[in-house]
């Protein structure tokens, strides 16, 4: 029905307009609310959250019935379902969000210059931000959250197997804003259609400053092609831990579990492991045995296949592959540059970590990858906006651009130049 | 002759191709190089070019020569024409950014985690640039030494009018690599071809992180529609002077002067003056008359042209015209309200100033107008890297993210986290 495509289509494009304009307008009055009222309205989508757990839970139960009838998948099944304890996590997030410090107003910098002018730049919001995202519905209030304590509107598109949980968390989001004494249109949800996220990807009209997909990297990649604005992107996590020649054994068993197996689906999560040649004979064999006994496969170079042979040979594409899954690719290395030129190649500048007690080697590898986060003796499952002590996060950026890595509520802000003269004129 | 475009478009994406990877080689080489190699290869640059001064404008004579038998328009010619002065002051210029506070490595925040981590950001390079530019040959030594100066590679795509001054200025920074002992690929220049702008625009096979546009507004909206990569954009300067009602009547005199007619063609030039309708009747014919006496074209609305008739009629139009040239449109406002509003309907979110005697009311405007640069009793004119204190700037960006108002060195860096810990997993 090519016609009915157009009409929607059309109609999209006219409803994202509206939304747009309604975007700026609750923009303006956003960004002049002090950081109580913010606040105050962060805090009260906890509340209203938990008013209407009976309601979101029914409207879950909806969507997730739907879900199994289409054979949606357990794992994404898992990630739509709400109950008890997930209700009670999206409001405590809230609530801490509402606690955390304010970005907005606060001095990044000051000096005067030879003409007697006084500079300082101050954090502003971003304006307005289109998000568009997948299953997990607790995306609607974190997002909310976020984006009111940065000052910046947001217009929503969830995934339509979430509709109806996405609306019922949208109206305690919309109760809240009102009680607050702030525009709801500070933060919308379009309808789920294609449609709509098209129109969203096409700039509402202009009024979009900021794209951020969440979600799978089908997602990401196709936002970033269609996209008019800018893209906050949350790409591959391609994350190394690299065992230097003069790594403590203990310590090197023991992150290489956490990084691996803590959790195999989050982009933190290691999906290479470096081993020095010259420390390979020594503790490949105790840190593979770790990773075995716990339900890892391990794909390993001809080399770590020889000194711990219950690996499956790594080819290639295993060097590229973020797995999200029990798999790590085991490359023997011919020492600091060779880890650092493996990365280089191989990498997705997200996070890597090196474990070693030598200090120096410890600096020339953190110096020398380029990657949104590098570690010394730590987890590369550390990477999450929480553990960075940013409070929430809406993603770890892999861009280059603006923010790299975990995203909060501060790196949802830009700045403006404030300049005070005393009648100055230009030579 | 479509077949040979192909060939041409072809031939033009493996150059292109192959000045990426070697220009991401370069890159590994540079961001690794001292501060001290940076600035001696950036000082060589202005050396070379005093050297070289003969040839560069012999070469310039022959593009200029082109130009006037091409009938290019005065105004492209005298951006093109290089003499003694302005090769001074490229090799000035670059001697100043070369004596420079180095950005890279700078710490721009350190805090612990209850995990025991130590967290760190610092600042890194933002990796590969390619960058169009229209006549001006400066360009090519001033984005030489401001991206040496941050650790990046850059990729210039100059205009063809002046290719030949563009290869002589080239032909002095590959010399000043050489005997800094640098990669020569830090800098290229590709042809002057259409082809070659679109390859680099296409990414150059993904090796660009970031493609800066430096010329008209035509250039930059064909830029920002065909990049791949982000774009740090210079739109338009609609730069707005206000004078309040609490003005010095000598000061809003002096600033508007200055203002508009310091230099017409800036981007910091006012091209709006509003005007509170308390303070119109007593200051509006003396600013006025000064203006009119220095030859500026004068479009008012009603409320202005009755008190001074010697003006033209603005249309809806004028309130949205960057004229870049001897006119300036004239309102007469309601106040501050309808001075921010006005501001928010029309501007371009660059420079504004407010011209009062009282605190509240400037302190107001700056909070409540959302540009990159915003001043009080202040001539629009200073919107400029050089009087921010940034030594040269690259341009003014007008995007929202990552580096807003002036570009210099530091804004064309990025930041990594670097994180210490003690052998941390994470429960």
Not at 56 to 77: M, R
């Amino acid at each position: 029905m090519p016609d009915s495509n157009v009409t929607s289509a059309t109609d999209a494009r006219d409803v994202l307009a509206r939304m747009g304009r309604d975007a700026r307008a609750a923009q303006r009055v956003l960004a002049n609310a002090s950081a109580g009222v913010r606040s105050a309205a962060i805090a009260a989508i906890a509340d209203e959250v938990e008013k209407a757990k009976a309601e979101i839970l029914a409207a879950n139960a909806q969507d997730v019935a739907d879900a199994e009838k289409n054979d949606l998948g357990a794992a994404k099944i898992d990630r739509l379902r709400l109950d008890d304890a997930r209700i009670a996590g999206i409001a405590e997030a809230a609530r801490a969000i509402a606690a955390q410090a304010d970005p907005l107003g606060a001095e990044i910098g000051r000096w005067g210059v030879k003409s007697g002018l006084q500079i300082a730049r101050v954090r502003t919001p971003i304006g307005v931000i289109g998000m568009i995202f997948e299953s997990r519905p607790n995306v609607t209030v974190d997002a909310a959250a976020l984006t009111l304590r940065s000052g910046n509107c947001v217009i929503l598109r969830g995934g339509s197997d979430a509709a109806r949980s996405n609306a019922a968390l949208h109206a305690c989001v919309q109760r809240a804003l009102t009680g607050a004494g702030l525009p709801e249109a500070c933060v919308q949800l379009t309808p789920a259609s294609r449609a709509a996220a098209d129109a969203l990807l096409e700039g509402a009209d202009g009024a979009i400053d900021l794209i951020i997909p969440r979600g799978g990297k089908g997602l990401v990649k196709a936002v970033q092609e269609k996209a008019k604005a800018p893209v906050l992107a949350h790409l591959e996590g391609i994350c190394h831990l690299y065992i230097h020649s003069a790594a403590n054994l203990e310590m090197a068993r023991a992150v290489a579990l956490n990084a691996k197996m803590r959790r195999t689906g989050v982009c933190g999560a290691a999906e290479t492991l470096l081993i020095d040649r010259a420390a390979a004979e020594t503790m490949l064999p105790a840190i593979a045995r770790d990773l075995t006994a716990a339900g890892c496969e391990l794909r390993g170079d001809a080399t770590a296949r020889a000194i711990y042979p219950d690996m499956a040979p790594a080819t290639e594409e295993d060097w590229r592959t973020e797995y999200l899954d029990s798999v790590l690719a085991v490359r023997v290395v011919d020492g600091m540059d060779a880890a650092v030129d493996h990365i280089a190649e191989y990498g997705s500048n997200h996070t890597e970590s090196i474990i070693t007690d030598d200090e120096d080697a410890a600096e020339h590898f953190l110096r020398h990858v380029d990657s949104a986060i590098v570690m010394h003796n730590a987890s590369t499952q550390f990477a999450d906006g929480g553990e960075f002590g940013m409070g929430a996060e809406i993603g770890i950026s892999t861009n280059r651009l603006h923010a790299r890595g975990p995203v909060g509520a501060e790196q949802l802000t830009t700045f403006k130049y404030v300049v005070h003269g005393s009648g100055q004129t230009r030579p």
